[in-house]
């Protein structure tokens, strides 16, 4: 058990919190895989490289991460009064969601499993 008051622990917990701007996306219809394919390209990259590389991305996973960068940069700008100028992809990641079951009907009366994979896909940006 921790020790001290709820509301000193609650102080302390919110003392170690990322300030960093980010945008996260939950349940997003990507499988982790094919959207780390993406995030990968963008890491460390600064934010107008990395929207030049998700613009021109054929991948369906980087339209769903153009628009979280998208949002990243505004809430960098807008909360924490960045320069957009100045920023850079600190950290992304993919973490796995929960998984749609479905049914596919196969040869004499069979049923095979097909795995709708979700993920959440995070954005975090940092000034340089």
Same mark, same amino acid.
């Given at each position: 058990? !921790? *020790?001290?008051? &709820? ?7 919110? #003392?170690?919190?990322?300030?960093? %701007?980010? /945008? ?9 895989? *094919?959207?780390?394919? $993406?995030?990968? !390209? @963008? &890491?460390?990259?600064? $934010?107008?490289? !990395?929207?030049? @590389?998700?613009?021109?991305? %054929? ?5 769903? +991460?153009? *628009?979280?960068?998208?949002? #990243? ?10 320069? /957009? ?8 990641? !993919? ?7 479905? +049914? &596919? %009907?196969? /040869?004499?009366? &069979?049923?095979?499993? @097909? ?8 954005? $975090?940006?940092?000034?340089?």
């Amino acid at each position: 058990m !921790a *020790k001290g008051h &709820r509301s000193q622990i609650k102080r302390e917990r919110n #003392a170690n919190k990322d300030t960093r %701007p980010s /945008a996260k996306l939950s349940y997003a219809r990507v499988s982790v895989q *094919k959207a780390c394919f $993406v995030l990968d !390209a @963008i &890491r460390g990259k600064d $934010v107008t490289t !990395a929207l030049g @590389i998700l613009t021109y991305n %054929p991948r369906y996973a980087s339209s769903i +991460i153009k *628009k979280l960068l998208e949002s #990243a940069i505004a809430n960098a700008e807008n909360n924490s009064g960045m320069n /957009a100028e100045n920023l850079y992809v600190a950290e992304c990641y !993919a973490n796995k969601g929960p998984t749609m079951k479905r +049914i &596919r %009907p196969r /040869a004499q009366g &069979r049923a095979y499993r @097909i795995e709708k994979r979700m993920s959440h896909i995070t954005v $975090v940006l940092d000034e340089r």
